[in-house]
């Protein structure tokens, strides 16, 4: 990375001192400022690119400048953001907190069942813990206040604490 007005300084990394070896560099661009960006750059073998950038908010951008505390954006068509399963269990999960970080509010999850096969989970959360509420399995039924259908056919489930519902094919 180079700039224009010469307001910031990069640490580029070198194969063996070679200069025309480029493999990254960290930037700080703004650093004669009241405020400074620190960016993230690596070599794709015919251009220098940046990858991440920290704002002087402290907002984060992957793959592009960020609006928000995490901005993620794939350029390429592919997927922005990964979260992988636990090793112990096969979930993952996408959890809302609460401001100071110190209650669970609800969430998303996913748990693999086997290979290519998922449930896609809701939790929400009543004073207590968060519980799963609905799901939509891997067949594509929707199940309300249940884990499971009663049967093969239901495409969609609500259970309450006096009876359920249930609609079937």
Do not use: Q
């Not at 070679?18 to 930037?27: D, E, F, M, Q, T």
């Not at 402290?58 to 993620?72: H, R, S, W």
């Amino acid at each position: 990375p180079s700039f224009s007005n010469g307001d910031g300084f990069v640490f580029d990394y070198y194969n063996d001192g070679n200069p025309y070896g480029r493999h990254g560099s960290i930037a700080v661009i703004g650093a004669g400022t009241a405020t400074a960006d620190m960016s993230f750059w690596t070599d794709s073998g015919s251009a220098v690119t940046e990858r991440m950038r920290i704002d002087s908010s402290g907002n984060v951008g992957i793959g592009c400048t960020p609006v928000m505390p995490l901005d993620v954006m794939a350029n390429s068509g592919a997927n922005a953001l990964s979260l992988r399963t636990r090793v112990g269990d096969d979930y993952s999960f996408f959890t809302f907190r609460s401001n100071n970080g110190t209650e669970d509010l609800g969430g998303l999850a996913t748990h693999r069942t086997a290979a290519n096969t998922s449930n896609l989970l809701f939790y929400t959360n009543n004073g207590g813990s968060a519980t799963e509420r609905m799901r939509i399995d891997a067949s594509g039924a929707t199940l309300v206040n249940t884990t499971a259908k009663t049967n093969s056919g239901t495409r969609l489930g609500v259970w309450a604490d006096s009876g359920s519902v249930s609609i079937e094919t």
